[in-house]
Nanobody, 120 residues
Framework: QVTLVQSGGGSEQSGGSPTLSCAASVHTWNPYCMSWLRQGPGKDQRDEVAVIDDAGTFYRASVKGRFTISRVNNTLSLQMNGLKPEDTGKYYC????????????????WGPGVQVTVSS
């Protein structure tokens, strides 16, 4: 079992540079990949924002060059730079017992999510 605890989020100004963090409190012997997904305003689905797995890192086009995903052991981070109003949404940390996460729509483990609201 893996429990994901998230920190960060809140109201931000356009151009802000906050960092989201996600810590896995329980270790496993099996490798697992981790991702950041976002649920936009008025939407039910969670869309992939950034992924880090054995194939490398992946970003959705709208955040590429502005966001950076990183992982140190069981701690996942998302450095967000130059925030825009369209970045607004609820950000979820997710983990899956696999070497690859890119393109997944469901995961073994989910964090509670944090709201990021960007004002213009």
């Amino acid at each position: 079992q893996v429990t994901l605890v998230q920190s960060g989020g809140g109201s931000e100004q356009s151009g802000g540079s906050p960092t989201l963090s996600c810590a896995a409190s329980v270790h496993t012997w099996n490798p697992y990949c981790m991702s950041w997904l976002r649920q936009g305003p008025g939407k039910d689905q969670r869309d992939e924002v950034a992924v880090i797995d054995d194939a490398g890192t992946f970003y959705r086009a709208s955040v590429k060059g502005r966001f950076t995903i990183s992982r140190v052991n069981n701690t996942l981070s998302l450095q967000m730079n130059g925030l825009k109003p369209e970045d607004t949404g609820k950000y979820y940390c997710a983990a899956h017992v696999s070497k690859f996460c890119h393109g997944r729509t469901w995961y073994n483990y989910w964090g509670p999510g944090v709201q990021v609201t960007v004002s213009s």
